[in-house]
């Protein structure tokens, strides 16, 4: 597949068929998936392939709390755990209030096969650690390799979604799936066969995010030509 194509085409999948997903498969997407790069090469990266269905379905019923709270968050029209405006909900009756939104982690054990991706935090750099605010610097020796295995997925006829939706339960995955302590828990990637392969998706255009010199510069325009 070009890759492009993969690119534009590669979409959160969360309703898969019944069709399994071989070891073969995974070793393929994870050969490729292994090229992503990492802060010093160091290559952090750790991928449990979750086979057992009850280890599945729990780490679904540990997406519930999060899930309940952001569909809370997002009906009291606040951007969902947002870290620089404060939430107005009531958290206690957030969690006590049943949510249908992505009805797929209520049955993860369902799901043909799910990744849980952890970094060592022992060995990536950190270079925001020191500022006051939300810490970012540590993904980007994470997630190309999250972004690899679902476009290496999508080559192989596959479909996924990364979800952050079980890091507030770090400890109970860390107890789950045997994690060392310095093992950060980075995302949990169900993988499928698609129930339908979308083609077209909806992204802002480069001129709604790029712009030129200065955050408040001009557009980028397509085919404009460098000066100076």
């Known amino acids: 597949?070009?890759?492009?194509?993969?690119?534009?085409?590669?979409?959160?999948?969360?309703?898969?068929?019944?069709?399994?997903?071989?070891?073969?498969?995974?070793?393929?997407?994870?050969?490729?998936?292994?090229?992503?790069?990492?802060?010093?090469?160091?290559?952090?990266?750790?991928?449990?392939?979750?086979?057992?269905?009850?280890?599945?379905?729990?780490?679904?019923?540990?997406?519930?709390?999060?899930?309940?709270?952001?569909?809370?968050?997002?009906?009291?029209?606040?951007?969902?755990?947002?870290?620089?405006?404060?939430?107005?909900?009531?958290?206690?009756?957030?969690?006590?209030?049943?949510?249908?939104?992505?009805?797929?982690?209520?049955?993860?054990?369902?799901?043909p096969v799910v990744l849980v991706v952890s970094v060592d935090l022992a060995v990536v750099a950190s270079m925001d650690k020191d500022l006051d605010r939300v810490g970012l610097v540590t993904g980007a020796s994470i997630y190309p390799l999250v972004w690899n295995i679902l476009l290496a997925a999508r080559a192989e006829g596959l479909g996924g979604v990364v979800t952050t939706a079980v890091v507030p339960a770090e400890d109970e995955v860390r107890r789950l799936l045997d994690l060392p302590d310095t093992h950060a828990v980075?995302?949990?990637?169900?993988?499928?066969?698609?129930?339908?392969?979308?083609t077209r998706l909806k992204r802002r255009p480069v001129e709604d995010f790029t712009t030129v010199d200065r955050f408040d510069g001009p557009p980028l325009a397509r085919g404009a030509a460098a000066e100076g």
């Open 1 to 111: 597949m070009d890759l492009h194509e993969a690119m534009r085409t590669t979409f959160a999948c969360r309703e898969f068929t019944d069709d399994p997903v071989s070891d073969e498969q995974l070793h393929r997407i994870l050969d490729a998936a292994r090229f992503a790069p990492s802060g010093g090469n160091r290559q952090g990266g750790h991928v449990v392939v979750v086979r057992d269905h009850e280890l599945r379905q729990r780490l679904g019923e540990l997406c519930g709390p999060t899930l309940r709270l952001y569909a809370a968050q997002v009906a009291a029209g606040e951007s969902p755990y947002n870290s620089v405006v404060p939430s107005t909900v009531d958290v206690d009756r957030a969690l006590d209030t049943p949510t249908d939104w992505f009805a797929m982690f209520d049955n993860l054990g369902d799901v």
């Open 186 to 198: 980075a995302a949990l990637i169900p993988l499928g066969v698609p129930v339908r392969q979308l």
